[in-house]
């Protein structure tokens, strides 16, 4: 797809690594429409800087975990643009729920988030680029989708249920929308890591250093641009996954 003069909707959008996809598509030319749930101010500042690019930006508050929420922000953001050619399910939250455990609000919003959010968009959009000229539907992902992370449950088997609705979207929905995921490594350094543990998480990885959001947000340019690509998963964690292998076999 060549994204110019098109329409991307990026959950959480506003910050982080949704502000770097937002503007990476921004200046590829795309409108955007900027899904936030609290960062209000960010979304405003992201929009902003997006507009600095000459295209169109729409701030949109709404729950992903929210089914009506998001039909609503669907219905505006096609009042305004038309259409919506694709959408980034980027919507996240990292919250520690170790096992067994007797309170289940934290699991039961891991999932909301991460499994509903995803599906609750791809479901509304999908009918309106079908509508269209079809679109891209591109899911972030996390490392712990492919392995268990210890303490974070929720967030581990809701990563792993992304990519499992990732590859359920491309067979679905083919062969108008194509549907991709990209499974981000160690790119943004976590206020709790001292220095020690940020040059070992480093260490970790195959070559030696941590990614940025822009890396992250490249990944998902190409998704979208790659016409013939579909079903499919890209990992950008520097070889974090295989890191390990550096030192020792077996």
């Avoid at 992370?149 to 990563?159: D, I, N, Q, R, S």
């Avoid at 929308?177 to 070992?200: H, Q, S, T």
């Avoid at 195959?206 to 490249?218: D, F, M, N, Q, S």
């Amino acid at each position: 797809m060549n994204i110019e003069g098109k329409t991307a909707l990026v959950t959480g959008g506003a910050k982080r690594v949704g502000r770097s996809i937002t503007l990476e598509l921004a200046r590829a030319g795309a409108n955007v429409v900027i899904n936030y749930n609290n960062s209000s101010t960010q979304a405003d500042e992201t929009a902003a800087e997006a507009e600095a690019l000459g295209v169109a930006a729409l701030p949109i508050q709404a729950s992903v975990a929210d089914y009506d929420a998001v039909g609503n922000m669907v219905n505006e953001a096609v009042k305004r643009f038309g259409t919506i050619d694709v959408l980034v399910n980027n919507a996240s939250m990292f919250l520690a729920d170790p096992l067994p455990t007797n309170d289940l609000r934290i699991w039961h919003s891991s999932i909301d988030t991460l499994v509903h959010g995803p599906f609750y968009c791809a479901n509304r959009i999908a009918p309106v680029m079908l509508e269209n000229d079809g679109g891209v539907i591109i899911s972030i992902g996390d490392l712990s989708a492919f392995e268990p992370w210890p303490g974070f449950a929720g967030h581990a088997v809701g990563k792993g249920a992304v990519l499992s609705l990732t590859r359920q979207l491309a067979l679905e929905l083919a062969p108008r929308i194509r549907a991709n995921a990209v499974v981000p490594g160690p790119a943004l350094r976590p206020l709790d890591y001292d220095d020690a543990k940020f040059e070992r998480v480093a260490d970790d990885t195959l070559l030696g250093r941590w990614g940025t959001p822009e890396e992250v947000a490249h990944a998902v340019l190409f998704l979208v641009e790659a016409d013939y690509i579909t079903g499919e998963v890209i990992t950008v964690d520097g070889g974090q996954r295989f890191g390990h292998r550096k030192r020792e076999h077996g």
